[in-house]
C-alpha cells in the first residue's frame, strides 16, 4: 500500500544525466561484441555514476563538505539519470546546494570520466509539501518501509526544464531562482528568455534561467557570454522572478508561488491559505490510514 505522509517543507531536487551515454553504450558494445563476458563492458561507468555522484556532496577536495542535514539523498534512478532531493530550511541552504552541486558536476567528470565520451548536466528546482506537491511512501509486506517517491506539478516541471541543461548551463526553476538570487552571497544567474513546457502553467512561457558550471573551458564561455552580452544582472533578474510568480498566482488553479520558508526572515511570510490547507491534508492522511475510500478522499469539506 502507498501512503502519503509528509511534514509541511520544501524540498530541493537535483537531476543529474549523463549527456552522450546511448550513443557511448553503443560504441563500446560493438568494440567488444567478441568478447566471452557476460556483463556489459559499459557497466561499471553507470554502476559507478548511480553510487558514486551522490557522494560528491559529503566533501570537496579542501573544502568543508556540505552541511549533513542538507546533503541530497538519492531518490531513483531514471535510465541514465539520477534525482536527488534534500529539505532546505534557508535561501542560504539553497545557494550552498547548488554552488555545491556546479563543483560537483567538473569534479566528478575530471576525475571519474577523464577519458570517456561522457559530459554531466544537471537541473535543480524546489518544491513545497504536503501543499501542491506528494511524498509517497511505500509499505512492503509486513509494514516495513519499502522506499519513497515525490509527484506534483512541481517536480512534473523540474522534469521538464531538464531538456534545456547542458554541460556548462544547470539549469534552475523560477523559484529557486528567486532564493539563489537572495542574499549578500546572491548566485549569478543568467536568463535565455522563456519557453513554453508541455503541460506546465496551461502553456504559459516558462522563464529559461541557469547557473554556470565551471570547468576548464570557464574562460571561453565567460569571452563568449562577455560577445553577447550576456551579464548576470541579479537585481533586475530577481524582480523579474517574482515579477513572473505574482503573475501566476492570480491565476485560477496556479501552483507557483513565492518560496515560503518559516525560518528565513526573507521568505517568512505565510500565505494566507497555508494552515487552512494543511489541516485539510492532515484529515486526507487520517482518513487514509483508517481505511477511507476514493469517496471520503474526495471530501475536503
Known sequence: MAKQVDESCVRLFVS???VGSTAFKDKVESENRDS??????????????????????????GERGLRQEIRPKLVKTIGDEILLQTPIRSSTDAREVVRCLAKSLSRYKAKNLPDKPLLLKATS??????????????????????????????IDTGFRLAKFANPIKLIVSVDLAVLLLSGDDALDLYFDGTETLKGVLAGRPY???WYEVPGEDAKLHK????????????????????EYIASCSICPGSWLIK?????????????????EMLKTWARLDERHDSGGGADDAGDTT
Not at 563476458?37 to 559529503?58: E, H, L
Not at 518560496?259 to 494552515?275: N, Q, T
Request: charged share 30%.
Open 16 to 18: 543529474v544525466d549523463l
Open 36 to 61: 566471452d563476458t557476460r556483463r556489459p563492458p559499459w557497466a561499471d561507468v553507470f554502476y559507478t555514476f548511480y553510487n558514486g555522484f551522490p557522494k560528491v556532496f559529503d566533501q570537496e577536495p
Open 125 to 154: 528546482w524546489i518544491a513545497g509539501f504536503p501543499i501542491n506537491n506528494c511524498r509517497v511512501r511505500f509499505e512492503e509486506e509486513g509494514g516495513r518501509f519499502g522506499g519513497e517517491d515525490f509527484i506534483g506539478p512541481s
Open 207 to 209: 522563464p529559461i534561467i
Open 223 to 242: 569571452a563568449e557570454r562577455k560577445l553577447r552580452t550576456h551579464e548576470s544582472r541579479k537585481d533586475e533578474l530577481r524582480a523579474y522572478c517574482e
Open 259 to 275: 518560496p515560503y520558508l518559516a525560518d528565513d526572515v526573507d521568505f517568512a511570510s505565510k500565505p494566507g491559505w497555508h494552515d
